[in-house]
């Protein structure tokens, strides 16, 4: 029987409130037949799995553990994005709602355990009215813990949600027990805890609502990003023109965009010209000017002319679709760090209960008079005080946070895991042509060699020759051509020969071949004079190209390819950073080491063939340590591939953004230290909320067993031990939402950093 191609499939996961409910989840899918590798984020409450199983398999597999799940369409990105910012929203309500019912129930509670007030009501009646008001919190407020927490125990999966139904359950218990059994038990011992029950559910609610607000906020640039995209566009068609919805629009269709107007998808301007803001593409705030047979992209904003294009990309083919993909699928990611951790909360709500009930006997045994209820009480603070949400919260929030900062500023994360490897980078390698320099090659200068044969028609058959190709050099060629308009003479059996050159032969059969050094070489061609106009164009950064015909150099010609304006301030701001850079081409020596020195890079490994890449890429890890790669080629995806973080330039073939972790969208190599300071940044925030989250635990669930008592008679209500329980996850939510507002790459933080500046030599 034949088996199924593997996947990726994405579930929602509904009913998860902290990290052992996840982990629970995650265990779950793992155990399906069929199913390779799982992720469950309880930040974005999804779910993905990687494999053969059935999506029935799957939602069956989450169900048996007592949650449910519901397949996520990724094409349908909007409605998806829009459909769960409506569910948090009415979770939110609900939460609200279910708060002022507790706060007001409580209050009643508090006010009669007080002996204040309700002086009409006969003393011996408040304590039937407070196990009503409790009752009625249980069945309303507090039902959800129940709902949720008890299946999930009898299932032998307890969560976060059991402790808080068995502590605030045995509380409950006991005191429905005081109320109408009293005569059973010692006076001593006929407490009421009708308020600690109401405290609990009420400040358990009061940190769900503000934590489920904070999540929205950290889900926000994504959904700023789904906003962009228009739901409507003008179609035009047989002279006229009317608004259709988005997906009725196919390639091929010719939209009306007006002054004012977002781009509804990606096309090609047939008419009109304006100025595009692209900010939330590039990042870069300067309006960009567009105009007939320029690509524009959907989602960007058409500032002031008409625009008549053509649709080239609908649906989740277009650039915004692509980018919404990445950043869900790097928000769903998890780290390496996060392993531990998962290990730690699966079994920490069945410690934690077993930690209660030695707690309970022991207080039982050795406590004070009335030892039960120091048993009773002390074991319910360690059932509330006990919270592994901090500790499921503290790496997936700082991830969607990151990943969404990094969209606005023109970084996108393919992986999420690349957040944690970009932070330990010790050099960073940059292709040289379209990386460091512009990738615009342009023709500067032909030297002829031969006065039989005129610059034109040298052109002609050189761009004849190159149109064949795509190599950026041989673009500048055709480019030359075309502005000087020569026609082009038929050429024939073209062949490339990767990293070396191109070779036809003309109608006459006559060889015609262009390349560098090396493919003369190869050849067995030699001219002095060519090697030194090809010396004096090299260490002026200039690319020279050899051509020759019916078997003798004929010309050669100087092609120019200027640095970006950003490549300087990049090298700086790495290099303050502690970070070595390095620039590995397939180019000639003298022309690598003069863009290397325009740019400040001062390391240079030239004559690389494309295959040999890969190899360069592991030799420097070995020698340097991590190791991330910039490039934009097809001939850099196994560089891209093999670096510990390769960094694709988004104007790249797909080829290489394919094999790279990070795509950049902005035309500034700035966001390559923008990107590592975002990493180290985040990474810092990661390791603060797992050091907060650890250590609430280890020192507080201790107080709550009553640690202190011996020492101080001091003990931990349950009351405050649940909102020292709902800081815990708000705090690890808060420092996490700081990474909004972190600021762009800054020099001057780099002489702060304790890293060792790295030692000058040899690679």
Same mark, same amino acid.
């Given at each position: 029987?034949?088996?199924?191609?593997?996947?990726?499939?994405?579930?929602?996961?509904?009913?998860?409130?902290?990290?052992?409910?996840?982990?629970?989840?995650?265990?779950?899918?793992?155990?399906?037949?069929?199913?390779?590798?799982?992720?469950?984020?309880?930040?974005?409450?999804?779910?993905?799995?990687?494999?053969?199983?059935?999506?029935?398999?799957?939602?069956?597999?989450?169900?048996?553990?007592?949650?449910?799940?519901?397949?996520?369409?990724?094409?349908?990105?909007?409605?998806?994005?829009?459909?769960?910012?409506?569910?948090?929203?009415?979770?939110?309500?609900?939460?609200?709602?279910?708060?002022?019912?507790?706060?007001?129930?409580?209050?009643?509670?508090?006010?009669?355990?007080?002996?204040?007030?309700?002086?009409?009501?006969?003393?011996?009646?408040?304590?039937?009215?407070?196990?009503?008001?409790?009752?009625?919190?249980?069945?309303?407020?507090?039902?959800?813990?129940?709902?949720?927490?008890?299946?999930?125990?009898?299932?032998?999966?307890?969560?976060?949600?059991?402790?808080?139904?068995?502590?605030?359950?045995?509380?409950?218990?006991?005191?429905?027990?005081?109320?109408?059994?009293? /005569? =059973?038990?010692?006076?001593? *011992?006929?407490?009421?805890?009708?308020?600690?029950?109401?405290? @609990? !559910?009420?400040? &358990?609610?009061?940190?769900?609502?503000?934590?489920?607000?904070?999540?929205?906020?950290?889900?926000?640039?994504?959904?700023?990003?789904?906003?962009?995209?228009?739901?409507?566009?003008?179609?035009?068609?047989?002279?006229?023109?009317?608004?259709?919805?988005?997906?009725?629009?196919?390639?091929?269709?010719?939209?009306?965009?007006?002054?004012?107007?977002?781009?509804?998808?990606?096309?090609?301007?047939?008419?009109?010209?304006?100025?595009?803001?692209?900010?939330?593409?590039?990042?870069?705030?300067?309006?960009?000017?567009?105009?007939?047979?320029?690509?524009?992209?959907?989602?960007?904003?058409?500032?002031?002319? /008409? =625009?008549?294009?053509?649709? *080239?990309?609908?649906?989740?083919?277009?650039?915004?679709?692509? @980018? !919404?993909?990445? &950043?869900?699928?790097?928000?769903?990611?998890?780290?390496?760090?996060?392993?531990?951790?998962?290990?730690?909360?699966?079994?920490?709500?069945?410690?934690?209960?077993?930690?209660?009930?030695?707690?309970?006997?022991?207080?039982?045994?050795?406590?004070?008079?009335?030892?039960?209820?120091?048993?009773?009480?002390?074991?319910?603070?360690?059932?509330?005080?006990?919270?592994?949400?901090?500790?499921?919260?503290?790496?997936?929030?700082?991830?969607?946070?990151?990943?969404?900062?990094?969209?606005?500023?023109?970084?996108?994360?393919?992986?999420?895991?690349?957040?944690?490897?970009?932070?330990?980078?010790?050099?960073? /390698?940059?292709?040289?042509?379209? *990386?460091?320099?512009k990738g615009q090659p342009h023709l500067t200068d032909i030297y002829r060699l031969d006065d039989t044969i005129t610059e034109e028609a040298l052109l002609a058959l050189a761009a004849a020759v190159e149109r064949h190709s795509d190599h950026p050099l041989a673009r500048a060629i055709t480019q030359a051509a075309e502005e000087r308009a020569v026609t082009l003479p038929p050429v024939r059996?073209?062949?490339?020969?990767?990293?070396?050159?191109?070779?036809?032969?003309?109608?006459?059969?006559?060889?015609?071949?262009?390349?560098?050094?090396?493919?003369?070489?190869?050849?067995?061609?030699?001219?002095?004079?060519?090697?030194?106009?090809?010396?004096?164009?090299?260490?002026?950064?200039?690319?020279?190209?050899?051509?020759?015909?019916?078997?003798?150099?004929?010309?050669?010609?100087?092609?120019?390819?200027?640095?970006?304006?950003?490549?300087?301030?990049?090298?700086?701001?790495?290099?303050?950073?502690?970070?070595?850079?390095?620039?590995?081409?397939?180019?000639?020596?003298?022309?690598?080491?003069?863009?290397?020195?325009?740019?400040?890079?001062?390391?240079?490994?030239?004559?690389?063939?494309?295959?040999?890449?890969?190899?360069?890429?592991?030799?420097?890890?070995?020698?340097?340590?991590?190791?991330?790669?910039?490039?934009?080629?097809?001939?850099?995806?196994?560089?891209?591939?093999?670096?510990?973080?390769?960094?694709?330039?988004?104007?790249?073939?797909?080829?290489?953004?394919?094999?790279?972790?990070?795509?950049?969208?902005?035309?500034?190599?700035?966001?390559?230290?923008?990107?590592?300071?975002?990493?180290r940044s985040t990474m810092k925030v990661i390791r603060q909320n797992l050091f907060w989250a650890f250590i609430y635990n280890i020192v507080l669930i201790p107080l709550a067993a009553g640690a202190l008592y011996p020492l101080a008679h001091i003990m931990l209500s349950p009351a405050f031990a649940a909102g020292a329980m709902a800081f815990s996850s708000l705090f690890v939510l808060g420092?996490?939402?700081?990474?909004?507002?972190?600021?762009?790459?800054?020099?001057?933080?780099?002489?702060?950093?304790?890293?060792?500046?790295?030692?000058?030599?040899?690679?």
């Open positions: 029987m034949p088996t199924s191609s593997p996947s990726s499939r994405t579930l929602l996961i509904e009913g998860m409130s902290c990290a052992s409910c996840s982990a629970r989840v995650e265990k779950a899918l793992k155990a399906v037949p069929g199913v390779t590798d799982a992720h469950v984020n309880l930040a974005t409450q999804q779910a993905q799995i990687t494999g053969t199983a059935s999506q029935e398999a799957l939602i069956g597999a989450v169900k048996t553990v007592g949650f449910g799940a519901a397949p996520l369409i990724q094409q349908e990105a909007h409605r998806t994005v829009q459909d769960r910012k409506t569910h948090r929203e009415a979770q939110t309500r609900a939460l609200r709602h279910d708060l002022l019912h507790a706060v007001i129930l409580w209050l009643l509670i508090l006010f009669m355990s007080m002996g204040h007030g309700f002086g009409f009501i006969p003393v011996g009646w408040r304590p039937w009215l407070q196990w009503v008001f409790a009752t009625l919190a249980l069945i309303g407020p507090g039902r959800q813990f129940y709902r949720a927490g008890l299946p999930a125990l009898l299932h032998r999966t307890p969560t976060m949600n059991t402790l808080v139904a068995l502590g605030t359950g045995a509380a409950y218990l006991y005191s429905s027990l005081v109320v109408f059994a009293s /005569a =059973l038990l010692p006076a001593e *011992t006929q407490h009421l805890y009708f308020d600690t029950i109401l405290g @609990i !559910i009420t400040l &358990v609610l009061l940190g769900r609502l503000l934590e489920a607000r904070a999540k929205g906020r950290t889900s926000a640039a994504l959904e700023k990003l789904i906003c962009l995209q228009p739901q409507e566009a003008h179609r035009l068609h047989n002279g006229g023109g009317h608004d259709v919805p988005i997906a009725q629009i196919k390639p091929g269709d010719q939209l009306l965009i007006r002054p004012g107007e977002r781009v509804p998808l990606d096309g090609v301007i047939l008419e009109g010209k304006s100025h595009l803001d692209e900010s939330m593409l590039t990042g870069e705030a300067l309006p960009t000017p567009r105009g007939v047979g320029e690509t524009i992209i959907g989602g960007t904003l058409n500032q002031e002319g /008409a =625009l008549t294009i053509q649709a *080239t990309a609908t649906g989740a083919d277009t650039v915004l679709a692509r @980018i !919404i993909s990445m &950043v869900e699928h790097a928000q769903g990611s998890k780290l390496p760090i996060q392993s531990l951790v998962d290990k730690v909360i699966l079994w920490f709500v069945p410690v934690i209960i077993a930690i209660a009930g030695l707690t309970f006997l022991l207080w039982l045994i050795i406590g004070p008079a009335p030892s039960f209820i120091y048993a009773l009480t002390n074991a319910i603070a360690v059932l509330i005080a006990a919270c592994p949400c901090a500790m499921g919260l503290a790496t997936p929030t700082a991830i969607m946070v990151a990943t969404g900062k990094g969209a606005e500023i023109g970084i996108l994360f393919r992986k999420g895991e690349a957040l944690q490897s970009l932070g330990h980078t010790r050099l960073v /390698a940059f292709d040289k042509t379209g *990386t460091l320099t059996y073209v062949s490339t020969l990767t990293g070396l050159g191109i070779e036809a032969q003309d109608e006459a059969g006559h060889h015609i071949h262009l390349g560098n050094h090396a493919y003369m070489k190869s050849l067995g061609h030699y001219s002095a004079e060519a090697n030194r106009l090809a010396d004096t164009l090299s260490q002026k950064g200039t690319s020279p190209l050899y051509m020759t015909y019916k078997g003798r150099i004929i010309a050669l010609m100087a092609i120019a390819d200027p640095i970006r304006p950003s490549a300087a301030a990049a090298i700086a701001a790495l290099k303050n950073a502690h970070i070595r850079t390095v620039m590995i081409t397939g180019d000639i020596e003298a022309t690598a080491r003069s863009i290397a020195q325009q740019a400040g890079i001062e390391d240079v490994i030239a004559h690389v063939m494309p295959e040999e890449k890969g190899a360069t890429i592991q030799t420097l890890q070995k020698l340097h340590g991590p190791v991330a790669f910039v490039g934009d080629g097809i001939n850099d995806a196994p560089a891209l591939a093999l670096a510990d973080t390769g960094l694709a330039i988004s104007h790249g073939t797909d080829i290489a953004i394919e094999a790279a972790d990070l795509v950049l969208t902005r035309d500034s190599l700035m966001s390559v230290p923008d990107a590592i300071t975002l990493s420092n996490a939402i700081r990474l909004r507002f972190a600021p762009p790459f800054l020099p001057e933080q780099a002489h702060k950093s304790k890293r060792k500046t790295f030692e000058k030599g040899p690679l």
